[in-house]
């Protein structure tokens, strides 16, 4: 009997293995990336164009200062706590009035979410947020 050699088969490199590791590793890479710039923001808010305001009998502003004080309606509290803030809105406070927080640009944070969060005790919904004219 003669058998004919066969010939030998040409390998083949299956790419999809390969295509899967490269992106389970950029995967890897990307989640375990620190962005360190987010951490380097310097920002100043708030400016928008907007025309002058106007009083409103059914508004109530709440300014906050940089170093956190409050006044409510130009009146300034004494203490920076939660329900100090409600209860002075709950003294000027009508049906359906708009708050308006008109926090300094370098007010602390936590300044402004003290007055969200009287107001939320309060009953007011209508919460609006001041800004100074942006053209210079």
Not at 94 to 103: F, P, T
Not at 112 to 122: C, G, I, L, S, W
């Amino acid at each position: 009997m003669k058998f004919r050699p066969h010939p030998p088969e040409e390998p083949e490199i299956n790419l999809i293995p390969f295509i899967d590791v490269l992106l389970v590793i950029l995967i890897f890479l990307m989640l375990t990336t620190t962005y360190s710039k987010f951490t380097e923001l310097q920002i100043t808010l708030p400016t928008a164009n907007a025309d002058a305001s106007r009083d409103r009998p059914k508004e109530i502003v709440v300014a906050v200062s940089a170093d956190g004080r409050y006044a409510v309606n130009k009146q300034p509290l004494e203490v920076r706590d939660v329900d100090a803030v409600a209860a002075a809105l709950r003294g000027v406070a009508a049906k359906d009035s708009v708050l308006i927080i008109s926090a300094d640009a370098t007010a602390p944070v936590q300044a402004v979410v003290t007055v969200m969060d009287a107001a939320r005790r309060e009953g007011l919904t209508q919460i609006t947020f001041a800004a100074q004219s942006g053209t210079k």
